[in-house]
């Protein structure tokens, strides 16, 4: 019964290189969300996404940054032309319904991908 | 611009001592208050929930009271354990929004 998969762990990148973070939901789980921490702060809520849609992406910064969820395979959070400033652990959440962890609505997260920027 | 402010930032408590963090918020659009648990290098999960229609919910030694006229709720774990030992994020959302709102985190740590 695995949970939320991300990966890689760990991306170190140089500034004006690309990143890409993959998150798998939960078996079964077709509502995806993704958050960044800063360090000494809490997670902020980035984008949301539905199988082949963005639902709300007022969360993410406009320019270098976008988010996708195909029909087949993982989510995909791409950084375009990383700064310093993208260092953060970014964290993808899935939950069964698009409630978003409202109420009885689990939010299930995954571990996080450390994003270094050299 | 932090919506929901969360204190203290760490806090360090003896075994089987109490531990208190409080978190306090201006949006009164909000109504749901969950607080997460997160172990280092894992990501958060959800620990206990309170809606504003109860002013205190207790699941094991894990108890949130909430002050609606306060805008505050706060989280007590009784008899602290070293398994106890994590980060903790107070959060909330509005009634017709998915978005969480996260507090900074309190690092909590229980020596034995």
């Known amino acids: 019964n695995a949970g939320v998969m991300q990966n890689p762990r760990h991306l170190v990148r140089r500034r004006g290189q690309e990143a890409r973070l993959r998150c798998s939901p939960m078996k079964g789980h077709s509502h995806v969300y993704w958050y960044r921490q800063l360090p000494e702060e809490g997670l902020k809520f980035m984008v949301y996404?539905?199988?082949?849609?963005?639902?709300?992406e007022s969360g993410m910064p406009k320019e270098r940054f976008s988010a996708e969820f195909p029909k087949e395979g993982p989510s995909i959070l791409r950084i375009q032309q990383v700064v310093r400033g993208d260092s953060a652990a970014y964290f993808c959440a899935s939950s069964l319904r698009g409630t978003g962890g409202r109420t009885n609505e689990k939010l299930f997260f995954g571990s996080g991908t450390q994003l270094s920027v050299l | 611009q932090q919506q929901v402010k969360q204190s203290p930032q760490s806090l360090i408590v003896q075994k089987g001592g109490i531990s208190i963090i409080n978190c306090a918020y201006e949006n009164t659009a909000f109504d749901y208050f969950p607080w997460y648990q997160q172990f280092p290098g894992k990501g958060p999960a959800l620990l206990i929930a309170i809606r504003p229609d109860v002013s205190e919910k207790k699941e094991g030694r894990f108890t949130i009271s909430f002050n609606k006229s306060a805008k505050q709720f706060s989280l007590h774990i009784m008899d602290s354990q070293p398994g106890d030992s994590a980060t903790y994020f107070c959060?909330?959302?509005?009634?017709?929004?998915?978005?969480?709102?996260f507090g900074a985190g309190t690092t909590v740590t229980v020596r034995a």
């Open positions: 996404l539905q199988k082949e849609n963005i639902i709300d």
């Open positions: 959060a909330a959302s509005k009634v017709d929004d998915y978005k969480l709102s």
